[in-house]
């Protein structure tokens, strides 16, 4: 007899408010392509359907913002016009930016050290004085644009990954002079401005080690940062790290060695743990930290990303890792992004929840449906379940998190794999006042909400015409899966609301609401 899984709720036994922490903060590459329309309507749907609160990304000082420049006697330029449109755009939306100071302003930059295909700077500065000036001029532009109230809820992040050679030509004791000259800044233009540091690539030590650099110096720091992927090189799972074919260098010269990638189901959680343990053994343990990167895969080409298995995968880790951090910031919203250049095709394993075409991709769906979900939690035993109430409806999340992988995401996730049957779930409701319930189920799935399956079946050569994209983005519109009328009875017993039978990492949202 097939076994049956039940996801029982009872919407009396309240555990405290949702408060989202996944949905606050999202990523969107660099600041320069922030101007570019279609990026803008990405973000505008995200916002609209996701719930997204904060917005970070990268190069506010790189060239295509020319925000910092000099004369030939030295004396520092700034120019504000772009930069105000980039975030003028923001809050106009309801987003608000989590400023990142990183990539040095060629003007400024102390060496010729460069990363990406935009070749963004990640020297030191010349002169750290002006570091700090450029820093200070760039926040009180921000409290005179947009007010002291406004810019008391924005985050100050000093510089991206100073641990990980690619991105900071220096160690540990130069990012700490960085940090010092920008935190201090900061806090000249306002005390209560919120800074903090390091956005590590995953060294728990460096996490300590400024926050005790802080508190024996005098430093402000407001929070800490890191970031986790959830995807390991093949070799620690028993395979060969290998160069991924074809892969265009970021810069001339010797490559940064990419090994292919395997899914770590574990690796949020653990990187949560260890940043978590390291800030408790310093001084000052009750620091917020915050995950401002965070994705299934750093490589940039990863199938795993556009998969249907995605959703799943992200609802898991975020489930289980998200208690204790104040937020996890996903990387990124779009493929429009370019670390390595402009997508090669539509679905090549990107970054973005979207594709280049603003097309949802799975992953999308772990966010639309969470932001669905009420106000407050309600308690259920199922372990891969969220259930929450408001206003008189229910909402209740559930999926299946099956890993079969065999092979590295690049030969696993290229494939076509048809989802196997994972048994039957029931889910039941106590507590519901008598009446009437107009029942909406959402799903995602191999070929529900699944746009990269059809489209590996539809690909003729090296590009799809306008009808086929705009099939494709119908195919992911997010239509309810079914719709159905419920009789809730005068009775204390449970009331079931749906039975169906599952597949590998299928995803479901009931959304029950009194008709």
Not at 379 to 404: H, K, M, P, Y
Not at 456 to 482: C, F, H, I, N, W
Request: glycine fraction near 8%; aromatic fraction near 12%; hydrophobic fraction near 35%.
């Amino acid at each position: 007899m097939e076994k049956v899984r039940c996801v029982e709720v009872d919407v009396r036994s309240t555990r405290g408010e949702n408060k989202k922490i996944p949905l606050q903060c999202v990523s969107a590459a660099r600041a320069g392509l922030l101007l570019r329309r279609d990026h803008q309507e990405h973000l505008k749907r995200a916002v609209r359907e996701c719930g997204f609160r904060y917005l970070r990304f990268h190069g506010l000082f790189q060239k295509d913002l020319g925000v910092y420049r000099e004369t030939a006697d030295g004396e520092a330029v700034y120019s504000w016009l772009y930069a105000d449109q980039v975030y003028d755009f923001l809050l106009e939306i309801g987003l608000r930016p989590f400023v990142v100071f990183d990539f040095m302003p060629e003007a400024l930059a102390g060496g010729e050290k460069t990363v990406y295909w935009e070749k963004a700077n990640v020297s030191l500065p010349s002169s750290c004085e002006k570091w700090e000036r450029l820093i200070f001029e760039t926040v009180r532009h921000f409290t005179e644009r947009y007010g002291r109230r406004e810019v008391e809820q924005w985050y100050f992040e000093v510089w991206n990954e100073p641990d990980n050679p690619p991105f900071f030509d220096g160690g540990f004791e130069d990012y700490c002079r960085l940090y010092r000259a920008a935190a201090s800044a900061v806090k000249r233009v306002c005390e209560t401005y919120r800074v903090g540091g390091p956005a590590v690539a995953g060294r728990a030590d460096w996490v300590e080690g400024l926050i005790r650099y802080c508190a024996d110096n005098g430093v402000p720091i407001d929070f800490v940062s890191a970031h986790s992927y959830a995807s390991v090189p093949f070799a620690e799972n028993g395979g060969t790290a290998c160069r991924v074919p074809g892969l265009p260098c970021w810069e001339p010269g010797p490559s940064w060695e990419l090994g292919n990638q395997r899914y770590d189901p574990r690796g949020l959680t653990r990187a949560v743990e260890e940043i978590r343990a390291a800030v408790s053994r310093s001084p000052m343990p009750e620091l917020a930290v915050h995950f401002t990167e965070w994705g299934l895969s750093w490589d940039y080409w990863d199938p795993l990303r556009d998969s249907y298995h995605a959703a799943s995968f992200l609802l898991s880790r975020l489930h289980e890792a998200a208690h204790g951090i104040a937020s996890v910031s996903y990387c990124e919203v779009s493929d429009i992004f370019e670390e390595d250049g402009p997508p090669t095709e539509e679905f090549h394993g990107g970054f973005g929840l979207l594709n280049a075409h603003g097309i949802r991709k799975p992953a999308y769906f772990a966010y639309r449906f969470l932001t669905q979900l009420g106000k407050t939690l309600v308690e259920t035993r199922d372990s891969r379940s969220i259930a929450c109430t408001e206003n008189g409806s229910l909402q209740v999340l559930f999926w299946d998190d099956s890993v079969r992988q065999d092979a590295e995401n690049k030969a696993y996730y290229s494939a076509e794999h048809p989802a196997l049957p994972a048994g039957s779930v029931r889910v039941s409701a106590a507590g519901l006042s008598p009446g009437r319930y107009l029942l909406r189920v959402y799903a995602v799935g191999y070929e529900r909400n699944d746009a990269v399956t059809m489209y590996r079946r539809m690909k003729r050569g090296s590009s799809l015409t306008r009808e086929q994209l705009a099939l494709l983005d119908s195919v992911s519109g997010g239509a309810p899966y079914a719709e159905q009328f419920l009789t809730v009875p005068e009775t204390d017993a449970p009331c079931v609301l749906w039975e169906t039978q599952m597949r590998e990492n299928d995803v479901f949202l009931l959304v029950v609401q009194p008709y």
